[in-house]
C-alpha cells in the first residue's frame, strides 16, 4: 500500500523567501508528526497533529515555523523569511493510534531544504 | 534528554556480528529502533516497551534492560543490506503522543 509521502523531495530556496512543504500521511492515520533532520543528525520532534488538532508545538523553533492539518489529513508545514540554519531534510511520519497500545511512526523520505 | 548510542560508526565484514547501545540517564517508557538509508526515510524496526525485554525476527533483535535506560540492538550475521544509520527513538513517559526523542545514529557499513 503507500506510505507516507512528501512533496518537494528537494527545494532551494533564497534566504528570506518562504517556504511550503507538504506531507500526506498513509490513509487512516490520525497522528502525523514533523521532525527536523540536520546532517548527520537524528531527527529532532518538531510539532505533533492527532487529526486536526495540533497538540504539541513544542519543538518549532521560532514563530517562522507554521505547521497545519486542516481536515486531519494532509498536513502543510511553512517556514517564512528562511534562514541558512533552516537547511536541513524535514520528515513527516504518521501513525494509526489504537488505544492502549503502542504505534508506530511511519515515516516519509523528507523534504531536503537548503537556503541560500 | 537526547539518548546516547555508541558506537557512532563501526565497518562489519559480510557475515559478522554487530551491537548497537542507546542509553539514557533516566528510565524510559519505550524505544523505537529504526534504519536509514541515505536520502530515504527511516525504516521501523521494532519497540520496546518492558524491562528485561527482548525481541527480534530474522537476524535482528533488540533488548531493553531491567531498568529501562538501556537497549541494545543486535544484527547477527550481517548483509550488505544491514548498511545503514540505525537511530533509537526514545519516549520518557506515556501520553506524549508518541513523540520520540531520537540519538545521534551509529552508521554502519557492511562489506564483502
Known amino acids: 500500500g503507500a506510505g507516507v509521502s512528501q512533496s518537494p523531495r528537494y527545494k532551494v530556496a533564497k534566504r528570506g523567501q518562504d517556504v511550503a512543504l507538504r506531507c500526506d500521511p498513509i490513509?487512516?492515520?490520525?497522528?502525523l508528526f514533523w521532525y527536523q533532520q540536520a546532517l548527520g543528525q537524528g531527527p529532532e520532534f518538531l510539532t505533533y497533529?492527532?487529526?486536526?488538532?495540533?497538540?504539541?508545538k513544542s519543538g518549532l523553533p521560532s514563530d517562522r515555523f507554521f505547521a497545519e492539518r486542516p481536515e486531519g489529513s494532509v498536513s502543510t508545514l511553512k517556514i517564512q523569511r528562511t534562514q541558512q540554519e533552516d537547511s536541513a531534510v524535514y520528515l513527516c511520519?504518521?501513525?494509526?493510534?489504537?488505544?492502549?497500545?503502542?504505534?508506530?511512526?511511519?515515516f516519509g523520505p523528507g523534504t531536503r531544504l537548503l537556503v541560500l | 534528554q537526547q539518548p546516547v548510542q555508541s558506537p557512532q560508526a563501526v565497518i562489519l565484514r559480510e557475515g559478522e556480528d554487530a551491537v548497537i547501545n542507546c542509553s539514557s540517564s533516566?528510565?524510559?517508557?519505550?524505544v523505537h529502533w529504526y534504519r536509514q538509508k541515505h536520502g530515504e526515510a527511516p525504516v521501523f524496526l521494532m519497540i520496546l516497551l518492558k524491562g528485561g525485554e527482548q525481541k527480534g525476527h530474522d537476524k535482528i533483535s533488540a533488548s531493553f534492560n531491567e531498568k529501562k535506560q538501556q537497549s541494545s540492538l543486535y544484527l547477527t550475521a550481517s548483509q550488505l543490506s544491514y548498511s545503514g544509520t540505525y537511530f533509537c527513538?526514545?519516549?520518557?513517559?506515556?501520553?506524549?503522543?508518541?513523540?520520540?526523542?531520537f540519538g545521534t545514529g551509529t552508521q554502519l557499513k557492511v562489506e564483502l
Open positions: 511520519a504518521s501513525s494509526l493510534v489504537v488505544v492502549g497500545a503502542q504505534e508506530t511512526q511511519y
Open positions: 533516566k528510565a524510559l517508557y519505550s
Open positions: 497533529f492527532q487529526n486536526e488538532a495540533q497538540l504539541d
Open positions: 490513509s487512516g492515520h490520525v497522528s
Open positions: 527513538g526514545t519516549e520518557d513517559h506515556a501520553g506524549g503522543g508518541n513523540k520520540l526523542t
